[in-house]
């Protein structure tokens, strides 16, 4: 699985296909788990109906491969009934339609599906495997006619989580229990197996405390009801652990049901009805109009005993290893806001205040910041351009790993986001001019991101025309584009910002002269240098090397910021140096963004953070065919920004 996070799923997609497609579907198929995309094919269980159910239920998505012969294919047939019932359960997203041709006819019953054309001669085009990759991997929608997981958002959750973190902490001081090791999220326990054990006491090992995290509301004509979670010490050797927590409950009276036997449920049904729940439990959590709950809970999966299966941890150990995770990011993030180079000293802004504390800033009332409440947040626009027809920019090798990063990230962070491969000069002031004339009214902000090849202030085109980045910039200025006027405007830019001074001789006096070089051409990419003893490809964005005696020093905010208001301008390197890839999983600068922006910290902060993450990474790479990786150091320039951006 992509998350890394333990589910009920263990595989992406489940590929269904005729055997006479087998050989099309296994390149398919090669393609995809290279983009990190694990597939299930059938035929791996002890028989074929065995494998297609164990299949369609083990995996997030279906893909199903549809040619004339898999239509008449017998296992057609079997497949069918067991993926429409996961789309039915799961929603209209987890299913996805490959076609072999254009003029495919899909079954009425496969029919207002997200349909893909993948041709023999396509399986190994670029774009269309990164189109799927991005598909598959998106998170499905809820099925809104589920309601266990609605029921218990809606009729709990969405009351004990206000405010939990400061509740735990408010309780921490006056209860007195140690705060520095405890847990400051609820903690809800999917057990796999459905028991839910009615207390989590294991005599020396996990205790409750007989305290709790106090919330009084008035709900349904109750006033002031009180609602409480139980406060629980995990021990390790000498350490104590502090969480307060629950298994979800709704899953004690779908487990009980079973158990009475008065329902028609068997084992299976009962285990698909806990994957709906799961599944549909972290779509409501993660809906736009709930970002109350951001970093109020953690909802864990539990492979317990209670399934009879091997090598299973006992809730004494689950609870101890989910903890100390949590407790260690957290510790990670708050040592990463202290290590911060150039925190400034206390500012006042007007209409706003930032106080040092402890190394790190503090939110005060009167702080000014820009809304960022509306649904969908803005725009997001990632044009990547991998390809390119002028021969003397090659392929950028890892890129295409970089789109679907880039636009998960800015879907989680609720933005509406385009995505554009490969473009020319002429389709991108296309893009830019209906993108200009598009009313953004509804909208808090704007985000645009921008890989390719590129040299200072320019990016290239496919067709290998330079671009101005402060041309595409000025597109989103408040004359230009009124309806983004006192909104932030954020721009994130992967590409080289190599630019070289030329130092020339005045032939009247002693006095040197600096100008820029401005370049006319680019280099076949010394990007792609492939590492010796096993170690990944790592590439970079750059353009032709030019022997100066003068590479640094520049002043050139010039060229990489407008002079307009609220423009924030994120580059993946400094002035003069390289920008690069890993070939395997895309760009150092992608990745890093992809981590801090999640954090829903002040975008300042977090561009520091992935400045270190990248300095870091690169740092142990070190020199690679004379190339000094830990060069690269993203930073961002703004424009007259006096506000805070929290995403």
């Not at 005993?305 to 609870?319: A, D, M």
Request: charged share 25%; proline share 5%; glycine share 4%.
């Amino acid at each position: 699985m992509n998350s890394g996070e333990n589910e009920p799923f263990s595989e992406d997609v489940y590929i269904g296909f005729s055997a006479k497609d087998e050989t099309n579907v296994k390149t398919l198929k090669g393609q995809l788990e290279r983009n990190s995309v694990s597939c299930y094919l059938r035929g791996t269980k002890d028989t074929m109906l065995t494998s297609i159910k164990e299949g369609v239920k083990t995996s997030k998505k279906c893909l199903l491969f549809i040619t004339s012969d898999y239509l008449e294919d017998v296992w057609y047939n079997m497949e069918r009934p067991y993926v429409l019932e996961k789309v039915e359960l799961f929603g209209s997203d987890t299913l996805i339609i490959v076609k072999n041709k254009s003029s495919q006819k899909v079954p009425r019953e496969y029919q207002g599906y997200k349909e893909a054309v993948l041709t023999k001669e396509q399986l190994n085009d670029g774009k269309i495997i990164t189109s799927l990759v991005t598909a598959i991997l998106k998170e499905p929608v809820m099925n809104p006619k589920y309601g266990p997981a609605a029921s218990y958002f809606y009729g709990y959750l969405n009351i004990i989580l206000t405010d939990f973190r400061k509740r735990v902490i408010e309780e921490a001081n006056r209860q007195k229990w140690p705060l520095a090791n405890t847990l400051k999220k609820m903690l809800i326990i999917v057990p796999e197996s459905c028991i839910c054990p009615p207390a989590m006491d294991d005599p020396g090992k996990t205790e409750f405390t007989d305290k709790f995290v106090f919330l009084a509301a008035n709900r349904a004509g109750n006033r002031k009801r009180d609602y409480k979670n139980s406060l629980y010490k995990v021990k390790e050797g000498n350490n104590e652990y502090y969480f307060a927590g629950e298994c979800a409950t709704p899953l004690v009276t779908l487990y009980e049901a079973f158990a009475a036997g008065s329902c028609s449920m068997n084992r299976d049904s009962l285990f698909t009805e806990r994957d709906v729940f799961f599944y549909s439990l972290k779509a409501i959590l993660n809906h736009p109009d709930n970002v109350k709950c951001k970093d109020q809970y953690k909802v864990v999966y539990w492979s317990d005993p209670g399934t009879k299966k091997p090598n299973r941890l006992n809730l004494h150990q689950f609870l101890l290893s989910t903890i100390k995770k949590e407790l260690d990011f957290e510790a990670f993030n708050e040592s990463a806001k202290k290590s911060e180079a150039n925190i400034p000293a206390p500012i006042k802004q007007q209409n706003s205040m930032y106080e040092i504390v402890r190394g790190r800033f503090e939110l005060y009332e009167g702080l000014d910041f820009y809304p960022m409440n509306s649904t969908p947040r803005g725009k997001c626009l990632i044009i990547n351009i991998i390809q390119f027809t002028d021969k003397s920019l090659a392929e950028r090798h890892g890129s295409e790993k970089d789109t679907p990063v880039l636009e998960k990230l800015f879907r989680d962070l609720h933005f509406d986001v385009e995505v554009h491969l490969d473009v020319t000069y002429e389709t991108l002031e296309t893009l830019l001019i209906t993108m200009n004339r598009m009313d953004h009214s509804n909208y808090n902000a704007f985000v645009c991101c921008l890989l390719s090849h590129g040299k200072l202030g320019k990016i290239y085109t496919s067709d290998g025309k330079p671009v101005d980045i402060l041309n595409v910039v000025q597109y989103f200025a408040d004359k230009q584009c009124p309806s983004l006027k006192g909104k932030p405007k954020m721009f994130f830019i992967q590409a080289c910002q190599s630019g070289y001074r030329e130092v020339l001789q005045d032939q009247t006096s002693s006095t040197q002269v600096s100008s820029i070089l401005q370049l006319s051409s680019d280099f076949a990419d010394r990007c792609a240098i492939e590492e010796l003893h096993g170690r990944p490809h790592v590439g970079c964005d750059a353009t032709p090397p030019i022997e100066s005696t003068s590479s640094a020093d520049f002043t050139d905010r010039a060229v990489l910021v407008p002079s307009f208001p609220d423009f924030l301008m994120s580059y993946s390197t400094l002035p003069g140096s390289d920008a690069f890839r890993n070939v395997e999983f895309g760009s150092y600068y992608v990745q890093a963004l992809d981590e801090h922006l999640r954090k829903g910290d002040e975008i300042d902060r977090v561009l520091k953070q992935v400045t270190t993450k990248v300095k870091k990474d690169l740092k142990e790479r070190g020199m690679i065919d004379g190339m000094d990786l830990s060069e690269q150091l993203p930073f961002h320039l703004t424009s007259a920004m006096e506000r805070l951006i929290y995403l």
